[in-house]
């Protein structure tokens, strides 16, 4: 990666930016008329993400050695100073919610938590290292964080729209996180139990093509049902077949920029996808 593009990266700036984009899809879609809820996602991303890297830092024993643990290593008060602005940022946004929107933020910040830290009750396991979890987790808290938040706040939660935008985000989310598994294939333990482990490379890439005409399918419905008009359910479709064409061609050998921003930027053309679709 060139040099700024590595900072972004690193830093977990440029994945908090996909994150917030997904948010702000949903701002849109239902109708918001302020954006604190992005930037809330936006700060609480930049915080969360960079403990993280912080932590597994702590965590893993013995002298770095992968590139980005290296590149860490060097800036970990550089880490650590994205930490505090990360929780800064979100906290001053929290307080703006509503208070059914805080109420659910708790228990998906203590999931977050969770799913980075070693806890003795759980055997000192983390909840991203429960054998076949880790998908399913990171998929369910997308979901809810990019279009459950924004539903709670702007009146839709409980609503058949709401409902079915968040298991179609479910699906997108799940279908994209797929290839960083695949990436990782020949790093995790044999009892992490990925898709790819248990059915490997091809099995996985079936399963998750099948997660995305499950979601088109879903639009499709969404058309018909009001909630999309024609040029989102057609500009949200393409989206979905770039995905798959990413999902298809992932490897282990594929370069490190073909998942980090490549794959990750699906989130980015999402909300490029419904701005365009607003112009129409």
């Not at 997904?22 to 969360?48: E, K």
């Not at 333990?189 to 099948?210: D, S």
């Amino acid at each position: 990666l060139p040099r700024a593009a590595r900072y972004l990266v690193y830093t977990n700036i440029f994945v908090a930016a996909c994150t917030a984009a997904l948010v702000h899809s949903s701002v849109v879609l239902l109708g918001l008329t302020d954006a604190h809820i992005t930037w809330f996602t936006f700060f609480s991303t930049l915080a969360s993400y960079n403990f993280m890297r912080l932590y597994q830092l702590l965590d893993s024993k013995g002298e770095p050695k992968a590139p980005l643990h290296r590149w860490v290593d060097q800036h970990r008060w550089l880490i650590a100073a994205l930490v505090f602005i990360g929780l800064t940022g979100a906290l001053f946004q929290f307080f703006r919610f509503k208070p059914l929107t805080q109420w659910f933020i708790i228990p998906l910040g203590a999931l977050s938590f969770l799913y980075a830290v070693r806890l003795p009750g759980m055997g000192g396991r983390r909840l991203r290292e429960v054998p076949g979890f880790k998908i399913f987790l990171i998929a369910a808290l997308w979901a809810m964080v990019t279009v459950t938040l924004p539903a709670i706040e702007s009146g839709a939660f409980g609503t058949m729209e709401g409902a079915v935008l968040t298991l179609e985000r479910f699906l997108f989310i799940f279908a994209i996180t797929l290839p960083f598994d695949i990436r990782d294939l020949p790093f995790d333990g044999p009892n992490m139990f990925t898709l790819p482990q248990r059915y490997g490379i091809n099995g996985a890439k079936g399963i998750g093509l099948f997660a995305l005409l499950a979601m088109d399918l879903i639009i499709v419905l969404e058309w018909g049902l009001g909630f999309y008009s024609l040029a989102e359910m057609l500009c949200l479709i393409a989206v979905a077949e770039l995905a798959a064409v990413a999902l298809f061609f992932s490897n282990p050998e594929r370069p490190e920029p073909y998942f980090s921003v490549g794959v990750e930027g699906l989130s980015l053309l999402w909300l490029a996808a419904v701005a365009l679709a607003q112009i129409f």
